[in-house]
């Protein structure tokens, strides 16, 4: 396998290619994360610190408490209507979501064909197989919600049943709880680690293979026990490019946070904190663009790395299954054309040998 090309081949179509950033971006983020912030004049500042003096011991006295209720209930209706608005928001983010990933798999597959597909199209294609990458998410998530659930009832049980029980603390109730922890913890994280694999690998198998749910889930497991070193390879190398990126993105940041200094010093100095709003407001801003910068472009790395260490990995399966083209260069995967209404061929999965059979 030879993971330098793949790599290399991965990056121009993430650079040359940047209408691909959109569908990374929506890919790498899971759904919106809002900030917002409010300000209050001089005199409610002191108005509130002088409540708090003259509340004796007990911190709050009675009329700012009634104020901070009215004040509440005054704008409940616009925090209701900002809340529903965000939650309806990051609704339709996580749906693009999970029709990017699919649509970024054909659209690196294509690219790196030299048939790159516009960018509507690839939506469309994405929001084809919606359903069927949502389904793979829930079967390839069970078994990690459900074992994380057993550790914790496992883990837990010991404890509350000697809290129920009225008897003293004793510290060698704690043992089969560092037990648990000391097993079942490490158990979830390899478990979550191959089954995120195995959803990397189902996925391009329903999408540029055609395949159901299931048996995309279950061609995944029998790619990742076949060609189990060349997978755990990739995902090294996938984590180690992801690390120097983060730390290259980094760079830019503590620069831009060195550079906050000088207004906060300036604002100290004058004791006009109303100087930071022009300088923090653009030093978010800057913050935003830069980690959607990243995302986007990060999202579409990735996703073409594992389609063309897919695409390679499929290599030796599409010359087994057609030898006498030995003179033609073998297609690392027969999928034709990506139309709704005829799914192309599936890869034989038997070719794939089975280290137990």
């Known amino acids: 396998m030879d993971f330098g090309d793949i790599i290399k081949r991965s990056w121009k179509i993430t650079w040359r290619y940047k209408a691909l950033w959109v569908l990374g971006l929506f890919a790498g983020l899971s759904g919106c994360q809002p900030s917002g912030g409010g300000n209050s004049g001089g005199s409610s500042n002191s108005s509130s610190l002088g409540d708090f003096g003259s509340s004796g011991t007990s911190g709050f006295s009675s009329s700012s408490l009634h104020?901070?209720?009215?004040?509440?209930?005054?704008?409940?209706p616009v925090i209701i209507a900002v809340g529903i608005a965000l939650f309806m928001l990051s609704v339709l983010w996580s749906i693009a979501s999970i029709a990017a990933r699919a649509a970024l798999v054909v659209g690196a597959d294509e690219a790196d064909r030299g048939t790159p597909r516009k960018l509507g199209e690839l939506?469309?294609?994405?929001?084809?197989?919606?359903?069927?990458?949502?389904?793979?998410?829930?079967v390839l998530k069970l078994p990690v919600i459900a074992a994380a659930l057993f550790v914790a009832v496992l883990a837990i049980a010991p404890v509350v049943g000697a809290v129920s029980a009225g008897s003293d603390f004793n510290p060698a109730s704690l043992v089969p709880?560092?037990?648990?922890?000391?097993?079942?913890?490490?158990?979830?994280v390899i478990g979550g680690v191959v089954l995120d694999v195995m959803y990397l690998l189902g996925l391009r198998y329903l999408v540029l293979g055609g395949q159901g749910v299931m048996e995309s889930a279950?061609?995944?497991?029998?790619?990742?026990?076949?060609?189990?070193?060349?997978?755990?390879?990739?995902?090294?190398i996938n984590g180690g490019l992801n690390l120097a990126g983060s730390?290259?993105?980094?760079?830019?940041?503590?620069?831009?946070?060195?550079a906050m200094v000088l207004p906060v010093i300036g604002a100290v100095s004058s004791g006009d904190w109303r100087v930071l709003v022009a300088?923090?407001?653009?030093?978010?801003?800057?913050?935003?663009?830069?980690?959607?910068?990243?995302?986007?472009?990060?999202?579409?790395?990735?996703?073409?790395?594992?389609?063309?260490?897919?695409?390679?990995?499929?290599a030796p399966v599409?010359?087994?299954?057609?030898?006498?083209?030995?003179?033609?260069?073998?297609?690392?995967?027969?999928?034709?054309?990506f139309t709704p209404s005829a799914a192309p061929t599936p890869p034989a999965p038997s070719a794939i040998q089975d280290p137990d059979a």
């Open 318 to 337: 599409a010359a087994a299954v057609a030898p006498a083209a030995a003179s033609v260069a073998p297609a690392p995967l027969p999928v034709e054309e």
């Open 247 to 258: 730390f290259v993105l980094a760079i830019p940041l503590v620069v831009l946070g060195i």
């Open 279 to 314: 300088p923090v407001a653009a030093f978010v801003v800057l913050v935003m663009l830069m980690s959607y910068f990243y995302t986007g472009v990060w999202g579409t790395f990735t996703s073409a790395m594992w389609t063309l260490f897919f695409r390679a990995s499929m």
């Open 218 to 236: 279950g061609n995944a497991w029998r790619f990742f026990r076949a060609r189990f070193k060349d997978t755990a390879l990739m995902y090294v």
């Open 67 to 76: 104020s901070f209720g009215q004040e509440i209930l005054r704008y409940l």
């Open 123 to 138: 939506w469309s294609h994405g929001f084809h197989h919606f359903w069927q990458v949502v389904g793979l998410g829930i």
């Open 177 to 188: 709880l560092c037990g648990v922890l000391f097993v079942g913890l490490p158990v979830l």
